[in-house]
T-cell receptor
Framework: SAVISQKPSRDICQRGTSLTIQCQVDSQVTMMFWYRQQPGQSLTLIATANQGSEATYESGFVIDKFPISRPNLTFSTLTVSNMSPEDSSIYLC???????????FGSGTRLTVV | DAKTTQPPSMDCAEGRAANLPCNHSTISGNEYVYWYRQIHSQGPQYIIHGLKNNETNEMASLIITEDRKSSTLILPHATLRDTAVYYCIVREGIGNNNDMRFGAGTRLTVKP
């Protein structure tokens, strides 16, 4: 199964700043998915990132706030821009797990905005 | 609208079977049932999936009713390390271009 390396694992940021989260996969994948998990809540899909095209965002999420890059088939970044305390969450990336039908998730980035 | 309904929490004694129910009464013919779990402070972990037949792997068994409107995830011998939130997800197909949509899940607590 795919192995995802997600960085940073956690960060504390000042409001108004931006943080870029990286996901590196050990195999080539078509789609990468970015999720947000607010404190005590389930996961919410932010966007789907396909290599070579703009990401597709879910309702309530916009590119200006969460720009995504997908420069190749093994890497993607999510930036949380102009952060406010409401952005304090865990952010996770995910890819399809070849051979099993399931999806593999990164270990997440725990973001605290102060 | 939520596609699945799960109890918010359940307890299970260590060593006993944990049976986690999921209702998906509006499931369509090409939708699969997936189960994931999320142990505290970790990313979700894939457990198992099925279409209409019962499935078993090294982690769990999945029992899907004949009408496919509900299913049960069975952990045959629960351990303390199985304490987690378990998510039942209904999703079309098994290709890699469709995302997973998470509901609230069931918080399973395995007690000694």
């Amino acid at each position: 199964s795919a192995v995802i390396s997600q960085k940073p694992s956690r960060d504390i940021c000042q409001r108004g700043t931006s943080l870029t989260i990286q996901c590196q996969v050990d195999s080539q994948v078509t789609m990468m998915f970015w999720y947000r998990q607010q404190p005590g809540q389930s996961l919410t899909l932010i966007a789907t990132a396909n290599q070579g095209s703009e990401a597709t965002y879910e309702s309530g999420f916009v590119i200006d706030k969460f720009p995504i890059s997908r420069p190749n088939l093994t890497f993607s970044t999510l930036t949380v821009s102009n952060m406010s305390p409401e952005d304090s969450s865990i952010y996770l990336c995910s890819v399809h797990q070849q051979g099993s039908g399931g999806y593999t998730f990164g270990s997440g980035t725990r973001l605290t905005v102060v | 609208d939520a596609k699945t309904t799960q109890p918010p929490s359940m307890d299970c004694a260590e060593g006993r079977a944990a049976n986690l129910p999921c209702n998906h009464s509006t499931i369509s013919g090409n939708e699969y049932v997936y189960w994931y779990r999320q142990i505290h402070s970790q990313g979700p972990q894939y457990i198992i999936h099925g279409l209409k037949n019962n499935e078993t792997n090294e982690m769990a068994s999945l029992i899907i009713t004949e009408d496919r409107k509900s299913s049960t995830l069975i952990l045959p011998h629960a351990t303390l390390r199985d304490t987690a939130v378990y998510y039942c997800i209904v999703r079309e197909g098994i290709g890699n271009n469709n995302d997973m949509r998470f509901g609230a899940g069931t918080r399973l607590t395995v007690k000694p």
